[in-house]
């Protein structure tokens, strides 16, 4: 361990574990005590393996559905692990808007900010498609719904019917008849970004339990952009004020990561106890298909960028985002995972703060490879098992609408199912069919959010790299350097 750090402080790296390091400390910034036991990271895993242990154990035991699990899962863990995801879920909305903001405002002329956003549009749109190609060459060389035995898919259908016809009648209701311009208008550019914040959908009486981050972020976006065209005198009391929400949501997060290791127990818990390993093994090959992509996208495709575009050996990325991962897995929310995210990349991978916080808040829900090479197998999947051969023109839409739907899916736990529906209804296959992958979808849903958080931090290395910045050291946020907002004061400083 030691020859680690020494290592790292001779080539004048970040400390790997800067940001894990300090989630260990007094919840108060100017105390100066030592880190002391396990790392965040270290908690976070054993949380998830007693879940895990447990989970199994009492399932392979008791059964799902024996009343004392059930009493069990809907009384203790189910409430813990929501409690964590809402909290973590309630401050995305300032900690999104004032790191955007902030981060837009740093990056301070409207050329380099455009040049940004070209090079993580591109990068985003790149990847993306890369995922979807590696889906579907796996899902045409596996064929994993050829292998599925008909009873056990009517089993399932049977099982899951209801749920599936639920959520494809709420796909139907919900279904957009604008025109893909229109609908693209709609998707990004809020009329009331008050409403957007609150989950109001536009023109319905309903209302979700979701902001619409899109919209969010395109307020955020064009006051950032604003900013810029407007004298420092007249801005820096807001920007300062941002700034300071922005370390209140920081504070926040110090708050529920303490959580972490007992909510990441209960959602484990919750989805092992009462599904067990059964599902797993009906649906062995539709889940080793899917979780082949994933890795392949994870350690090839990501290994490959990290090393060639970002310059970063991919051992050492991985390393010193396991936090993220880890979040990321147990949550299966890339919104959830965002501030998490946020103070990695910066304190760990030395991602500047303006970099940062454009690419991950926009990435978190823009930028989901992994639900896009998802959507493309479960899609090939049921065509397989319905009997629906797809020819080479139908699998190239699926390719696009998949990495539209990367875009347009929800950064939360099964955001990507109505678009699965819809894409099933357009080639002609029976949504109905969405209930035979219904019961591990929030396992394979875990494994693809870790997927996109990931994929979202590559990115941001890549553009941190291409505009110049050196990796891995430590970076002055420019408006900090401009004496605009206060340098980051006590545990935020970088750990020598």
Same mark, same amino acid.
């Given at each position: 361990?030691?020859?680690?750090?020494?290592?790292?402080s001779?080539?004048?790296?970040?400390?790997?574990?800067a940001?894990e390091?300090e989630e260990?400390?007094?919840?108060k910034?100017?105390t100066?005590?030592?880190?002391?036991? @396990?790392?965040?990271?270290?908690?976070?895993?054993l949380?998830?393996?007693?879940?895990?242990?447990?989970?199994?154990?009492v399932?392979m035991?008791?059964?799902g559905?024996?009343s004392?699990?059930?009493?069990? /899962? %809907?009384?203790?863990?189910?409430?813990?692990?929501?409690?964590?995801?809402?909290?973590?879920?309630?401050?995305?909305?300032?900690?999104?808007f004032?790191?955007l903001?902030?981060?837009?405002?740093?990056?301070?002329?409207?050329r380099?900010?455009?040049?940004?956003?070209?090079?993580?549009?591109?990068?985003?749109?790149i990847?993306?498609?890369?995922?979807v190609v590696?889906?579907?060459?796996?899902?045409?060389?596996?064929?994993?719904?050829?292998?599925?035995?008909?009873?056990t898919?009517?089993?399932?259908?049977?099982?899951?019917?209801?749920?599936?016809?639920?959520?494809v009648?709420?796909?139907k209701?919900?279904a957009?008849?604008?025109?893909?311009?229109?609908?693209?208008v709609?998707?990004?550019?809020?009329?009331n970004?008050?409403?957007a /914040?609150?989950?109001?959908?536009?023109?319905?009486e309903?209302?979700?339990?979701?902001?619409? @981050?899109?919209?969010?972020m395109f307020?955020?976006?064009?006051?950032?952009i604003?900013?810029?065209?407007?004298?420092?005198?007249?801005?820096a009391?807001?920007?300062?004020?941002l700034?300071?929400?922005?370390?209140?949501?920081?504070?926040?997060?110090?708050?529920?990561?303490k959580?972490?290791?007992?909510?990441?127990?209960?959602l484990?818990?919750?989805?092992?106890?009462?599904?067990?390993?059964?599902?797993?093994?009906?649906?062995?090959?539709?889940?080793?298909?899917?979780?082949?992509?994933?890795?392949?996208?994870?350690?090839?495709?990501?290994?490959?960028?990290?090393?060639f575009?970002?310059?970063i050996?991919?051992?050492?990325?991985?390393?010193?985002?396991k936090?993220?991962?880890?979040?990321a897995?147990?949550t299966?929310?890339?919104?959830?995972?965002?501030?998490?995210?946020?103070?990695?990349?910066?304190?760990?991978?030395?991602?500047?703060?303006?970099i940062?916080?454009?690419?991950?808040?926009v990435g978190?829900?823009?930028?989901?490879?992994?639900?896009?090479?998802?959507?493309? /197998?479960? /899609?090939?999947?049921?065509?397989?098992?319905?009997?629906?051969?797809?020819t080479?023109?139908?699998?190239? @839409?699926?390719?696009?609408?998949?990495?539209?739907?990367?875009?347009?899916?929800?950064?939360?736990?099964?955001?990507s199912?109505?678009?699965?529906?819809?894409?099933?209804a357009?080639?002609?296959v029976?949504?109905?069919l969405?209930?035979?992958?219904?019961?591990?979808?929030?396992?394979l849903? @875990?494994?693809?959010?870790?997927?996109?958080?990931a994929? %979202?931090?590559?990115?941001?290395?890549?553009v941190?790299?291409?505009?110049?910045?050196e990796?891995l050291?430590?970076h002055?946020?420019?408006?900090?350097?401009?004496g605009?907002v206060?340098?980051?004061?006590?545990?935020?400083?970088?750990?020598?």
């Amino acid at each position: 361990m030691a020859d680690k750090k020494d290592n790292e402080s001779s080539k004048g790296w970040l400390p790997s574990d800067a940001y894990e390091r300090e989630e260990t400390t007094d919840l108060k910034d100017t105390t100066p005590d030592p880190p002391k036991g @396990m790392a965040l990271h270290t908690r976070i895993l054993l949380g998830l393996l007693v879940g895990v242990v447990a989970g199994v154990a009492v399932n392979m035991s008791l059964g799902g559905d024996d009343s004392r699990v059930v009493w069990i /899962v %809907d009384n203790i863990t189910q409430p813990v692990g929501t409690l964590f995801l809402r909290l973590l879920l309630m401050i995305v909305v300032p900690l999104v808007f004032s790191s955007l903001v902030v981060g837009v405002a740093g990056i301070g002329d409207i050329r380099k900010l455009g040049r940004v956003g070209l090079k993580s549009f591109a990068y985003c749109l790149i990847i993306s498609a890369i995922s979807v190609v590696i889906g579907l060459t796996l899902a045409n060389t596996i064929r994993p719904g050829k292998r599925i035995d008909p009873a056990t898919a009517e089993a399932l259908k049977q099982r899951y019917g209801s749920d599936a016809t639920k959520q494809v009648e709420s796909a139907k209701a919900t279904a957009n008849k604008d025109s893909p311009l229109m609908t693209v208008v709609k998707s990004i550019v809020p009329s009331n970004p008050v409403a957007a /914040v609150a989950g109001i959908v536009a023109g319905e009486e309903r209302q979700t339990d979701t902001p619409n @981050m899109l919209h969010l972020m395109f307020f955020a976006l064009i006051i950032g952009i604003a900013i810029t065209l407007i004298p420092v005198e007249a801005t820096a009391p807001l920007l300062r004020g941002l700034e300071g929400l922005y370390q209140i949501t920081a504070k926040i997060i110090d708050i529920i990561m303490k959580f972490a290791p007992y909510a990441v127990a209960c959602l484990l818990f919750n989805n092992t106890a009462r599904f067990g390993l059964d599902l797993l093994q009906a649906l062995a090959w539709f889940v080793i298909t899917v979780l082949l992509g994933l890795s392949l996208h994870m350690f090839g495709v990501y290994s490959l960028s990290v090393w060639f575009l970002s310059r970063i050996p991919p051992l050492e990325f991985f390393r010193r985002i396991k936090t993220v991962i880890l979040t990321a897995f147990s949550t299966s929310s890339s919104n959830a995972t965002l501030p998490t995210a946020l103070r990695v990349s910066e304190e760990n991978l030395g991602v500047p703060k303006e970099i940062n916080s454009f690419v991950l808040t926009v990435g978190a829900t823009a930028n989901q490879n992994g639900t896009a090479l998802y959507e493309g /197998v479960t /899609v090939l999947f049921l065509a397989q098992l319905a009997g629906v051969d797809l020819t080479l023109g139908q699998q190239l @839409m699926v390719v696009y609408l998949a990495i539209l739907g990367g875009i347009g899916t929800a950064g939360v736990p099964s955001g990507s199912i109505p678009f699965i529906i819809g894409v099933l209804a357009t080639i002609g296959v029976n949504p109905a069919l969405i209930a035979i992958i219904l019961g591990v979808d929030r396992i394979l849903d @875990m494994c693809r959010t870790t997927l996109n958080v990931a994929g %979202d931090i590559t990115a941001a290395t890549f553009v941190a790299r291409s505009e110049g910045y050196e990796l891995l050291k430590p970076h002055t946020h420019a408006l900090a350097a401009a004496g605009i907002v206060p340098a980051t004061p006590g545990s935020r400083d970088i750990i020598e």
